[in-house]
């Protein structure tokens, strides 16, 4: 099985990051790709950065047919629902991997993120996927992006005292880390607080493998329908 | 992998045809065992139904430990709750699988189940979910639980003109099938109304070795912390 | 007029206690019989003693024909979909009672019950019954269900402590007690903090009167079918 | 007890066919007084009538303090929240004390009532009690109000055409009247339709004998706190 | 164009107040009445008041047909759907002309208005309009209505320290005032706090101004469906 | 006043069209600027064409910096939260203006748009807002946005049809045209079905009108924050 992940910014070192942990996550059948557009942002953070990732996004998911699923590795999901309309291959958000299984392992759970205005962005897709009543709080860390990228900053001090205000305060019985880049620190701090700490890059592989494992096919109808031809070759230029 | 799937009814006929379904599902190093209570109702139509099941059903995953994950092979997630109380690995409801899944390759999907008097503790799960803003609604076919396990029956006849309605009142692009004796109609209703069909038993098997396969746990914080050892003596006589 | 009040707990004192509550708030022509399964849990705290004292509270449900209306005196309404189903005389819990009647007192109000792992349980009823929207906060005290009926310990204290939280912090108009051991304490309390606390179980048998008083009976139709003979026959064994 | 039951239009048949609906669900120690505002709308259809009524609802509470409870018996709650502020007695709405019985009875009800216009303020009130989750339709039969006063004519036809409806359409579980002026037709609906179907009047009756009989009082914190004795005296001219 | 702004409550400083600011706001060529009726409570604080005014504010607009859109000037949008079904002009409350506008510069806005006993209806609206789900909290700041017409007080400080909590706590991105009485304090505390601060008077006006600009009309379907001329001429004795 | 309307699809003779219709709209100060970006989709028909129009909506409002506020002119507000980051002058979008004057004309409404693949996007739109709660249903007419503009075609009839349907099976008592290309029909499919047809470019005009003459700004706190001047000069290059 082949899924492609695709980080949505132009950060060599975190496609890396991510790739890793993909495939610490992937079964040993699944041949992971990682790749990231060759223009657009350096990091999402928010809803700018999101909108200017589309079409480096969409035309890498187009340059990279072959796979059996596709895994969008930002936490804000972006540009999920474009992509399921480019094809028929099921695409996973990370973001929303991660609250599926979260709403499945606890009553409630809290999101950990890096900075204040990627927070409103998260809340939306949280009430779009039907699962803010399962959300506690998302949280704001203000961790930058590429912060998590550097050795020695405090990162990692910040996002823990971070969940253990989620779980004095907020009662979540479940904490999901709110960025791809802190795909390396759930199982730490999973042991430190006593409770689940989920990681959206692990989630959305295990899910993409679940999902082409039963050869699943994003629906044609209504709201996904693949777009004409000619606006498809207007776009991409082939 | 060990996957102990749980048809809470007591119809040995209908665990066997959930256990082929579930194998047929599972990836090449998953061992599924598919069992059902001693005792309890022969098949699982509605709120009675489903209290009277759950003694067996606790009882069941009490006696089985040696898994990986657990599946509840009834439609109406009977004892989601309790289960995650009973054991912290990951306990997943074959509705609730479904759903999850249906509400990432589509932006609307519609539930195809047995009787009328099951319909409301489906949208009550749902609701409960989060995900009843995903489902467009939940229809009977007035086809009862053992009427699956008959040859000759027009079972499938009647749940195939509910999906037709499905696609054209509801605006549903992809449809549940709402009981685990469903599970061998999905590929060939899929091919015929041209839309994901999605069968909880192989859903709820995928999603039960993803998350096993990520080593996931059951939060013990909060509304899933485990009854006191006193409880559970008393409870299961040893 | 007979009102079955049926304490899903084997506890026999708190049955008697409550029986007491239940004498003090009914009709002078209202005769109460309290009674409490052979076979259970000791006490219900969260979703495991739930699932186990269901048998129980059915078989006594079916076992005691001669009534006007049943209550069930477990605050997170053990079993009230599945007893509906049984008979068709009104079934009501304590805990909807005092939900229904708090929100035609106040604007909001809040929960005050046991432990933390209840309190899922009952946040998942009130967005059942639809008045979440009307309940500010689900509080726990940390006092356990059997501590209530000790003499000497700081129950009455620390419940009172989460009142005085539920005014300044949840602006909550009123008080409702969630569990059916704190019934003796709510006009007290109410007079110490000056706004409406509710007790479930006396709520409960007004309510049962009521509805047994204009003769109402649960629908028939759809979700509260009763189950077929054969299904009550295999239950019961008679 | 006395419950003071007030039809807050000025006809005076239907106040009187109120009160004997009244007095027929009452307890035989309760004492009905059923009065009318001596100014205001002769019946309230929408949002303009109720308005309209208002300042009569409200001197009609104060000029009759020696009550236990209040019942506003127009099926659109009028002036409800206005009424609480102006005493701590019960007061209940014969639409909301309809609605929270319906919902303990059925798993989903439908609303038959009088003319379109009154649908909105119907729609409004289910939504501000929380009770919208549970109520499938409100439905309008195109009966004006003072006709169901009329000998002749063909108003119990066309609600019943609309509860027919409900069944099939709604899939509703049971009915609630929409209007206090249909309060003799709901044992014979109900008998024809085999469903429970309430009228308001009767319920908020017992509604109002359950909570006075615990001697409850709504809150006086929050948005139901008393106006201040200058604008009580403004208001009333003593 | 003429716009009609009504103070609901009879405090002729609190109308001229009102009117400098609806006159503030407006365009050059519009022409600004404003007016309060002559009976009616001296403030708006609460459902009981909101009800008293209601005769008084329904005459009012009766009185003043020659104008293109008429502003409600009560922060609670007292009369708000009576008033549109007497007149197709368009109505526009102060309350939820700021909560549209503060939707569309904001993700998430929280109020700040008077005392606690309104704050329950001011909920109830944003319910009502279905922005509630943008609206983060409703703040008392505990200054009454009147107080903000005394010079001297330290009304502005109350004010401007609920704004502070509104964007410390609850991580609001803009404010709105909530009361005609705070029309002048918008735009330094905006300049403070620095977020968009609105005030209901000016922006009911512009809305006022671009809904009649657009020659909109009420419509005159279901719920605002002009009252029958016998109604109209009963109430208003012409 | 100085409006930038922008439609974000690259048909010209659609910008005229729009343009038209907003200098139509506009009050006699103010100025309208309609254009459309050099690159991107020539119609915008769900979440595709969406994503593929942002960077050269977002460069079109870089490059129009001397505007009092901006309208987004296609239905599906494209782009509309990454554009609030861009700039602090208010950001309208033509779907969000009509909704919140809908909900200000009516009880309820519906909208017609054109076709299936777009409805998602729509309902989407409207959840976020929170204006699900007032539209009974979004219709697709089955007309594509470029049919719009070709002489000859039955698209007016095939829009009118829904709006009958939205009058009797929604009880919609307005309806908003869901395409910036159906700005000319509204009057008079307005006086054709007898209730408000609202027509988003002039909503949106004048809604930009009245947030600019009260010189409103978007929040800069939270998820409207600016992007930093690095990513703001590597997305657009200077």
Do not use: W
Request: aromatic share 4%; glycine share 8%; charged share 20%.
């Amino acid at each position: 099985m082949n899924i492609l992940v695709i980080n949505p910014n132009t950060t060599a070192s975190m496609t890396d990051h991510i790739g890793r942990a993909a495939e610490a996550a992937a079964a040993s059948g699944t041949k992971i790709t990682a790749v990231n557009p060759a223009h657009g942002p350096v990091s999402i953070e928010g809803y700018f950065d999101e909108a200017m990732s589309l079409a480096g996004l969409l035309d890498t998911i187009r340059r990279n047919p072959d796979c059996d699923a596709v895994v969008i590795a930002c936490f804000d999901d972006t540009g999920l629902d474009a992509a399921r309309c480019l094809t028929d291959k099921p695409v996973i958000g990370i973001g929303e991997a991660a609250y599926h299984f979260a709403s499945m392992l606890s009553n409630k759970f809290s999101v950990v993120t890096t900075l204040a205005r990627s927070v409103p962005a998260l809340e939306h897709n949280l009430s779009r996927y039907g699962l803010d009543a399962r959300c506690a709080r998302v949280r704001s860390s203000e961790v930058a992006v590429l912060e998590l990228e550097q050795p020695g900053s405090n990162a990692r001090q910040k996002i823990s005292a971070e969940i253990g205000l989620a779980v004095t305060e907020d009662r979540a019985e479940a904490v999901v880390l709110g960025c791809a880049g802190m795909a390396g620190l759930a199982a730490d701090l999973a042991a430190e607080h006593g409770l689940p700490v989920l990681d959206g890059v692990s989630c959305a592989v295990k899910m993409a493998e679940a999902m082409a494992g039963l050869n699943m096919r994003t629906s044609r109808l209504g709201g996904y329908a693949p777009p004409p031809a000619g606006k498809l070759k207007h776009a991409f230029g082939n």
